[in-house]
Structure formats: C-alpha cells, structure tokens
C-alpha cells in the first residue's frame, strides 16, 4: 500500500494556521484587486512586494492582459532571457489572440532545450528590432536590451518584474521608454550583484548597486505599495518562520493548512542519522543534520558527503508526496530535489559526489541559480558550516532566504555545529556610512531565527 493512501490516518503535529488571518484565496483575491485598481489611479508607479511563490507571475501576466484589453500600449522588463521566455510563454498560452512581441538580441538566439517553445503561439512576433514589434498590444524583453532602444515614442505602461534584483543603474537605462510603471518583485531574496566595487557610492541617492524599488522609493516615497499575503508554495510548516525571519514588514502566510501536504516515505528507516533527519523532515517540515564542529575547507568533504547521502536516501526511501494538487500520491523523484549551497565549488562538489553514489537528475547549484525555482525537497549545505569567520557574503539575508524557501513540502539542512556560538562571537566589522539604511532584518539576526527553529528538528551526526 502506498505510505500516503488513504488509509494513513496520521495526526499531524503542526500548529494550527492563526485564525485571525483570512481565507489564503479571499487575501490573495482582494490583494489582487487593489493592485489592479491602483494601476489606474494618478500615481505614475506602483511597488509590489512578494513573498516566495506568491504568484508573481500570474500577477504580472493578469496585470498585462488587463493593460492591454484597456487599451494601453505595455512593454515588460525581465531580468533575464529565461524570465521573459517564461512571461511569454504563460501570457500567450492565457491569452492566445493577443499579439505580444519577444524582443531580443541581435545575434541569433542559441536554442535552449528547456526554454518553452514561443512558436507554437501564433500570436507571438519575435524580433531583435524594437520597429518591428511596434504595433504588438505587449512587448517583452530584458532590462539589458531595452537600454539600446532608442528613438521610439515611450510605452503607457511598464511592467518590471523581479525588480529587486534590477539595479538603480539598469532602471536609469530603461525609465525613458515608459510613462508609469508597476515593480514586481521579492523584496527578501538576493541584492542586485555587481563585480566592481561600489564603496564610493554608498549613502548616495543615485547608488547604481541599490535595487531599483530602493532607489525609486527614496526619490518617491509617496508610491503606492501593495503586497501579495499569501505563499501557494511554501508549506504551512516553512510560512510562519521565513516570514519572521526575511519579512517582518511583510507578513505573509502558506495558501495551505497544515496536513494538506504530505511526504511520507516507503521503505523504512535503517536507523542511521540521515534516516532519523529524513523522517523528521516527512513529519515536521524541517530537519537539521548536525555534523561534529570543526573548522573546514568550504568544500568540507564530510559535509559534502552527508548531503549527498540524504539526497541517495530521499530516492532509495521511496518517497511519496501529496498534496493540494491532486487527490492521488505523486513519486518523489530525482527531478522535484534540489541542492542549494552558497558556492558554485561547492555545488560542484556535492554534484560529484552524487554521480559517485549514481544519483542523476537532482539540481544541484548555488542560491544564485536556485532563485524563483521550487521544488519538493530541498537539501541546504547551511552557508556558515565549518567557517571561522561570518563574512558579509555569508550573513546575506537574501541567500538564506532563497536556500530555505524553495521547498512546497521539507527541507533538510546539514550543518556543522557551532554556528550559534559563531555568529555571537563574530563583530561586526563593516563599516557604517552617513545616508545608508540599516539592512532589516540583518543577517545575524535572520540566522540565529532560522537555526533556533532548525535546532527543535535537529540529528546529530557522530
């Protein structure tokens, strides 16, 4: 019999959902609402905050059509060539008659197997010459080229999404080619990145490293600012504690209730450390995998190996997942696990190892990389395992986040120990400029809330 049948009458042991929060789909609905009737109000941009897997795209794609059924000339800014592909992809495919332009580079476009086929749409015009879309209700591109368009008369609207992670810079290079805007992004996931130094800038209004939305709000702080309140992929056991931790200003709560998603596995524990996390995991949502402390390479061979241990496992376990998607149980397979690290060599390590262990098809990549991806399972090599030091880069609230919030059922971190004492005996070192705000929650802080959580659902490993 299947470990998630019906017949599994298991009581879950999650605290229930704060029933002063509304309906998940009523709140989502009525923020919705407010942000569409906000597009039409005087205001020349409006700020959208997102948590993880709020719907973000659907917002974008419904805010789009619904421009474009009144009548207004929209370009849409993405960050990345997948991104627009992808907003292409799923406007097209909810609106088939609308006739939307995919902007892209002048030099020919490399196939990408897992990029979505735009000519299937017969409505979709793909050009490298923004006169040759000129007449289509949408058009799409990345921020990157939209900065060489020029002499072109300036769009109604703009839709800029994931604009947390677009730099004031890039948004100077695009703001003469709209009229007003709306900024879509996650406020809680990793900063603009740059490759220079941008200490000489800092405290100044026009920083091209801050994100767009910061630089925008400080010039126009009278904005509008709206918020989505629900996460449809975050379980009910990860919503309450990533909202504390990366979105005090920005509560959220799961669109699910705890025991509305289950995993559960077919094989049984053979009693070691991993097993005891898994099963903790399957119950609880969150399991730490506590190695002995010990300062490491950052491509910790131990800790390398327990985390490819734990995804051998998950798959030799026979795991099974159910949900609100569908009444019947769904494998869980290679495909719907990740592996999230902090550095690409250590991606590359722990990738190595499961080829070793002949695990194929599992992601395996940086917090970077893994950023607006979702998966079943996810495995974390915590970012300050085995370190001697809490760097900047390694306290950044944003790459946390992103490591502990791809996951719609459990998530396993694996650690050294003695972080805790780390990050207490760690000084801050960096320095503190005039005009800067202080980051909220900072990095130290957003830590110790995760790892107080994770020590409840801890496994230590001898």
Known sequence: MSPLSPADTRTSTLAPADPAVADPGAAADAATEAILASLHGPERGVVVNS?????KSTLVVRAARELAAA???????AQTNA??????????????????????????????????DLTRHPAVRMSAKPADLLGMDVVVSTAAKWAHVKDVEPW??????????????????????????????????LDPFSQVGTEQWAGLSYDPS???????????????????????????????????????DNRFRSGTEPGDRRLAFGAASDGSATDRALDIAAEAGWALLELPARRTPRTDPEAVAAVADVVRRLLERDGETLSERSSEPAPLTADRIAVGTAHRDQAAAVRAALAALGVEGVTADTANRLQGR????????????????????????????????????????VCRAGVTELLDAYPEVEPVRLGVD?????????????????AAHRVRQD
């Not at 088939?96 to 476009?109: D, F, K, M, V, Y």
């Not at 399972?377 to 944003?398: K, Q």
């Open 210 to 248: 801050m994100s767009a939305v910061a630089t925008l709000l400080a010039h126009n702080p009278e904005l509008p600012q709206h918020r989505l309140p629900v996460s449809w992929r975050l379980p009910a056991s990860a919503a309450p504690l990533v909202s504390r931790a990366f979105y005090p």
């Open 156 to 189: 109604e609207y703009a839709i800029v999404d994931e604009a947390y992670q677009m730099r004031s810079d890039g948004l100077l290079a695009v703001a003469r080619l709209f009229e007003r805007a709306l900024f879509v992004g996650d406020p809680g996931q």
């Open 71 to 77: 009548g207004r000339r929209l370009m849409v800014v």
């Open 438 to 454: 202080v980051r909220f929650p900072d990095g130290w802080e957003a830590h110790q809330e995760v790892l107080a959580t994770l």
């Open 83 to 116: 991104q627009v592909d992808d907003l292409v992809d799923r406007l097209a495919a909810a609106d088939p008659a609308l006739p939307i332009g995919r902007l892209h580079s002048t030099e020919a476009r490399a196939h990408d197997p897992a990029a979505p």
């Open 374 to 413: 979702e998966f079943d399972v996810t495995v974390v090599l915590h970012p300050l395992s085995g370190r001697p030091d809490a760097t900047a880069f390694h306290l950044e609230t944003g790459r946390l986040c992103v490591l502990a919030s791809r996951h719609r059922h459990a998530c396993v971190v």
């Open 51 to 55: 948590p993880p897997g709020a719907g």
